[in-house]
């Protein structure tokens, strides 16, 4: 699991990143508003953790931004402004919990498990239509042209990663850690194995879906004519 920390405290920053990678999640850190907001709206996080009071653009406003763009990625808000009123002005501006600062680590912990949960349910209930081919990620299946093949779980949790980020390049190491988690012991080139049996269902199935490799960092999904 991939996680985006927003936060201007360099001290609770650190320690929030150390507490979060002892529990085997992937961290990235952006120290003020501006920066994650682009950091959410160009790379793939499966959890955003983010501040109010933030310098460049305050936290509220990345929300909306991100929200704006079609940023579906669930959005826990940490902070000191605690009121009835600030938790429902978050709450109306897209994030999708409030934790009031000061919190302890093993309620931090179980909401990031719940928000991963949620979005986990929401994503599996989604069938995925690009072009002529349909995805069913409950299935396991594809469909182009009334032709349905049959995938294996790894190669439908790959095709529904790079479906769900479509244009977008996904690096090897992010692949690795959705399909085996953080802690495993499988090596990279496990990624590129299957990444060369889903591009032969693709093939076989005659759909216009490619997946391009992006030399040094990792692959793209697109839809050609």
Not at 46 to 57: A, F, N, T
Not at 84 to 89: A, K, L, P, Q, T
Not at 198 to 223: A, D, H, Q, S
Request: overall charge negative; charged content about 30%.
């Amino acid at each position: 699991m991939i996680i985006l920390l927003v936060e201007d405290e360099p001290n609770l920053s650190d320690a929030l990143s150390y507490i979060l990678k002892k529990n085997n999640y992937i961290v990235n850190v952006a120290y003020d508003g501006i920066t994650g907001q682009d950091m959410a709206e160009s790379a793939i996080y499966d959890l955003i953790i983010l501040d109010r009071m933030l310098p460049g653009k305050e936290g509220l406003e990345v929300l909306k931004g991100i929200r704006k763009n079609g940023i579906k990625t669930p959005v826990l808000i940490l902070t000191a402004m605690n009121s009835i009123g600030d938790r429902v002005e978050g709450l109306d501006s897209g994030a999708d919990d409030y934790l009031s600062k000061p919190f302890s680590k093993a309620e931090l912990l179980a909401r990031i498990r719940a928000l991963s949960r949620r979005q986990s349910d929401i994503i599996k209930s989604e069938d995925i239509k690009i072009g002529s081919m349909i995805f069913y990620p409950n299935k396991g299946e594809i469909e182009c042209k009334c032709e349905i093949i049959k995938l294996t779980m790894k190669e439908s949790q790959l095709l529904e990663l790079l479906l769900r980020n479509k244009d977008q390049v996904i690096v090897k190491e992010q692949i690795l850690d959705k399909l085996w988690g953080f802690a495993s012991e499988v090596e990279m080139n496990n990624v590129e194995v299957y990444v060369s049996y889903l591009r032969k269902k693709l093939n076989i199935i005659n759909c216009n879906i490619v997946i391009e490799t992006v030399r040094g960092m990792g692959y793209c999904l697109k839809e050609v004519n």
